[in-house]
């Protein structure tokens, strides 16, 4: 089997350091990609240090994935040698499922295959992900990417982005709709771009007053200091939709309270341990607290065209694949606007 160069963390206090690992020849309906450029989502990070206790060492972290196809299956019919393509959080599901059925893959009954960390369906061993030179995929789950924007700022779409597109899609925000966005990091400042796309009327929610000129530079029409009492208290009631961000210890009745009647918060962080939800901040105004997961295939191929159309790209710092443990440490600290990617080159 033809061998790569990657990096990895071999246990869940080892720095991740390079290895090398096997990927498959491609198969009949396989796409083989050199990978040019890599974001950094925090769940690498996560699985990295094993701190959801799901990590099977060593693990290849990566799932924001853009490069060049370098060779196909006899089968393929997506695909051609010299395109750019993508690949996202998922490399395969059942197909057979309602989810599956729907372009819902990563809600598959069986459940999904992710880039990283997932047994392959026919037993033949475990994913790696994007932090490597090459990955080969079934054609089903390659995506086609736009030669129109700068590359290394379209990988962190393949999660950042699907990640706030499929919620603000799903529940259909748009003109005339009043929208906040809570957290400006990787996946807020992907919410606000989308949001404001899409026409609505976009108020950054963020407890760093630091925020309130990168919020408007982004296109966030309005800014609320969620530790300023009066200013919390003015947007009682005022929301439509709220899209949750934020991964640290929070309160969502909080926030509830700034919903309107029958408005939605959609969570896609996940703070570290449950929050308390007192029925009262729903029945009162009849709020719904809904979360969302990704986006399928065909909503992430959906979101990629969007951006092509529209001009979106994430907000990023390119760094080498031996910084990448730093880059972590800064995450942790929340020192990056707003994505790491990793240039594939300098492995």
């Known amino acids: 089997m033809p061998v790569t160069k990657a990096y990895a963390a071999q246990s869940a206090t080892s720095p991740l ?52 196809v370098t060779a196909v299956g006899d089968h393929v019919k997506k695909f051609k040698v010299g395109e750019l393509a993508g690949v996202g959080c998922l490399v395969d599901s059942c197909r057979e499922c309602d989810n599956c059925k729907e372009g819902l893959e990563q809600y598959c009954t069986q459940g999904a295959v992710m880039s990283y960390n997932s047994m392959e369906r026919d037993g033949s061993g ?85 925020k309130e000129a990168d919020a408007k530079r982004l296109g966030a029409h309005k800014f609320v200091l969620t530790s300023d009492e009066m200013q919390a208290k003015n947007v009682a009631g005022y929301f439509d939709f709220i899209l949750d961000t934020v991964s640290a210890p929070h309160d969502y009745n909080f926030y509830l309270g700034m919903l309107r009647t029958n408005g939605v918060m959609v969570c896609v962080g996940v703070p570290p341990a449950p929050t308390a939800v007192h029925a009262m ?55 990056v606007r707003y994505r790491f990617v990793i240039d594939m080159a300098s492995l």
């Open 126 to 210: 475990l994913t790696y992900g994007g932090y490597s030179k090459s990955i080969v995929t079934h054609e089903d789950f390659v995506l086609h990417v736009s030669e129109k924007l700068p590359l290394a700022a379209v990988a962190p779409l393949l999660c950042a982005g699907i990640t706030t597109y499929s919620p603000l899609r799903h529940w259909k925000v748009g003109k005339g709709m009043k929208v906040g966005i809570l957290g400006l990091g990787g996946l807020g400042h992907m919410g606000v771009k989308f949001a404001v796309s899409m026409g609505a009327e976009v108020t950054m929610l963020s407890h760093s007053p630091s």
């Open 281 to 335: 901040s729903l029945i009162f105004y009849r709020h719904t607290l809904a979360g969302s997961l990704i986006g399928g295939i065909p909503e992430t191929q959906e979101m990629l065209d969007y951006c092509a159309a529209h001009q979106i790209t994430s907000d990023i710092e390119l760094i080498r694949m031996e910084q990448i443990n730093e880059a972590y440490e800064r995450m942790l600290k929340g020192d």
């Open 17 to 68: 350091a390079p290895w090398t690992l096997e990927r498959r020849k491609p198969k009949p309906h396989d796409v083989e990609m050199e990978i040019l450029y890599c974001g950094v989502c925090h769940s690498d990070l996560h699985f990295a240090r094993n701190e959801w206790g799901m990590t099977i060492f060593p693990v290849v972290p990566g799932h924001e994935i853009v490069g060049r």
